[in-house]
T-cell receptor, first 114, second 115 residues
Framework: AQSVSQHNHHVILSEAASLELGCNYS??????LFWYVQYPGQHLQLLLK??????LVKGIKGFEAEFIKSKFSFNLRKPSVQWSDTAEYFC????????????FGAGTRLFVKA | GAGVSQSPSNKVTEKGKDVELRCDPI?????LYWYRQSLGQGLEFLIY????????KSGLPSDRFSAERTGGSVSTLTIQRTQQEDSAVYLC?????????????FGQGTRLTVV
């Protein structure tokens, strides 16, 4: 069965620091990869997604993620975080394991100090 | 509708009671998911409906949990004989199809508190 691991549960950064959140998945076939974000008091929303093609994917608000197939990874990055990036970030995998259900990681809570 | 709608937004129930949580997906979306979000547990997959196919129930934590989807649209998640460990936010999501590369759109969730 597919699974998703996020390495950091809590991250605290100062504004302008660089961000990298790790994500690894366990499925060996074709996958579709997502990062979702949940801002305080808001519902989950899509940050970016990878289906095929260029493994470096750019999303909203200056976020990007790189798919490295050999490492089963899809890490999220941002060169310079802002206080408004404080949120919880979820990595997700959608794969054909008898149905295309989407499985999420445990999430990473990011707190950016102003 | 414009988005995924869940009701109620908050539910407090006594231990041992049954509860029903409702989800109205985006019109036309054939795939529907239920997830549970607990503090420190991330998003736990519960059940997945795709069109007329048999639902994937592999994430339901016990036989006290069940879900149905009527007419390929509205879904109800039922928890029987609720326990305190069932307290969590229950999230519903829908997507235009369950296949490759589809984004899931989430509702605001139902916060369930079992006292």
């Amino acid at each position: 069965a597919q699974s998703v691991s996020q390495h950091n549960h809590h991250v605290i950064l100062s504004e302008a620091a660089s961000l990298e959140l790790g994500c690894n998945y366990s499925y060996g076939g074709t996958v579709n990869l997502f990062w979702y974000v949940q801002y305080p008091g808001q519902h989950l929303q899509l940050l970016l997604k990878y289906f095929s093609g260029d493994p470096l994917v750019k999303g909203i608000k200056g976020f990007e993620a790189e798919f490295i197939k050999s490492k089963f990874s899809f890490n999220l990055r941002k060169p310079s975080v802002q206080w408004s990036d404080t949120a919880e970030y979820f990595c997700a995998v959608n794969a054909n394991t008898g149905g295309f259900k989407t499985i999420f990681g445990a999430g990473t809570r990011l707190f950016v100090k102003a | 509708g414009a988005g995924v709608s869940q009701s109620p937004s908050n539910k407090v129930t006594e231990k041992g009671k049954d509860v029903e949580l409702r989800c109205d997906p985006i019109s036309g979306h054939t795939a529907l998911y239920w997830y549970r979000q607990s503090l420190g547990q991330g998003l736990e997959f519960l059940i997945y409906f795709q069109g007329n196919s048999a639902p994937d129930k592999s994430g339901l934590p016990s036989d006290r949990f069940s879900a149905e989807r009527t007419g390929g649209s509205v879904s109800t998640l039922t928890i029987q004989r609720t326990q305190q460990e069932d307290s969590a936010v229950y999230l519903c999501a829908s997507s235009s199809r369950g296949g490759t590369g589809t984004e899931a759109f989430f509702g605001q969730g139902t916060r369930l508190t079992v006292v």
